[in-house]
């Protein structure tokens, strides 16, 4: 097995963290960028707040001069968010930009260049099955992600025959402490009662989700192939499933089955 120098962002919990201890064992050389990190890793942290370029750029130029190359970047820092479209603030807005998206996007820029000039490397941007459908209170969320599924598929195609793979790994709902950093926005009076409800919903799936670990084989194989798609759905069946139902059926009687689903009056 070739080693790696594998750079992960978001490694201070949940699937980062679990990605990140998994590579490390497996003698790869693995740099986790967080902003905090726990006492007990198996990886090299260097602390970095992904919102900021400069604090992105001066960490990645770190890695380079410590490790002389980077051959995989997971962008796996991201947040979540609830908030009835109507009712979210602009300043909720912004801090779910600038993780998701803003974050994602420093990150490749500091390696692109590195990597067209080793003429390889694997960037994963950690999307989400919810990229495909406006989900109600999670609007903003599922445009977050939908945005970097946009943006990889025009970066893929902006370096075409440069040895680069870059795709996105759009996860349905994982058993991760999300919930606790989660954005909760606003939530008017004409909204309060459906907004309670699936909210609860919510929290279950995340509860029952898939554990981080059940991802490690499908992104060790990942960063280990080539001709990658563009995009790879990863959760359970029904969660995969929904993206196919929506083209066969169509948006209309889509929506009255998210509708039910959601509890909504």
Request: proline share 2%; aromatic share 6%.
């Amino acid at each position: 097995m070739n080693k790696k120098v594998i750079v992960i962002t978001g490694s201070s919990s949940g699937i980062g963290e679990t990605l990140a201890n998994y590579f490390a064992g497996k003698g790869h050389t693995v740099y986790g960028l967080s902003r905090s990190r726990k006492d007990k890793i198996g990886f090299r942290h260097i602390a970095t707040d992904v919102t900021n370029k400069e604090n992105v750029l001066q960490s990645v130029q770190q890695i380079v001069n410590e490790a002389g190359r980077i051959d995989v970047l997971i962008n796996n820092a991201g947040v979540g968010m609830l908030g009835a479209i109507e009712d979210v603030v602009k300043e909720d807005f912004d801090k779910l930009l600038n993780v998701n998206v803003y974050g994602v996007i420093y990150a490749m820029q500091a390696v692109l260049p590195l990597m067209r000039g080793q003429k390889s490397g694997h960037i994963l941007n950690v999307s989400s099955i919810a990229s495909n459908h406006g989900l109600p209170f999670r609007g903003y969320y599922s445009a977050s992600k939908s945005a970097i599924d946009r943006i990889t598929e025009s970066v893929r195609l902006e370096n075409q025959n440069t040895g680069i793979e870059i795709i996105t790994v759009n996860f349905g709902d994982i058993k991760t402490p999300i919930a606790e950093s989660r954005i909760q926005s606003t939530v008017s009076h004409f909204y309060k009662k459906n907004y309670d409800k699936l909210a609860k919903v919510i929290d279950e799936e995340v509860q029952h989700g898939l554990t981080p670990e059940k991802l490690i084989p499908v992104i060790e194989h990942l960063i280990n192939s080539r001709n990658l798609k563009p995009h790879y759905n990863i959760g359970k069946g029904i969660q995969k499933f929904s993206v196919t139902l929506k083209r066969i059926i169509g948006q209309r009687r889509f929506e009255k089955l998210l509708a039910k689903y959601s509890k909504l009056d």
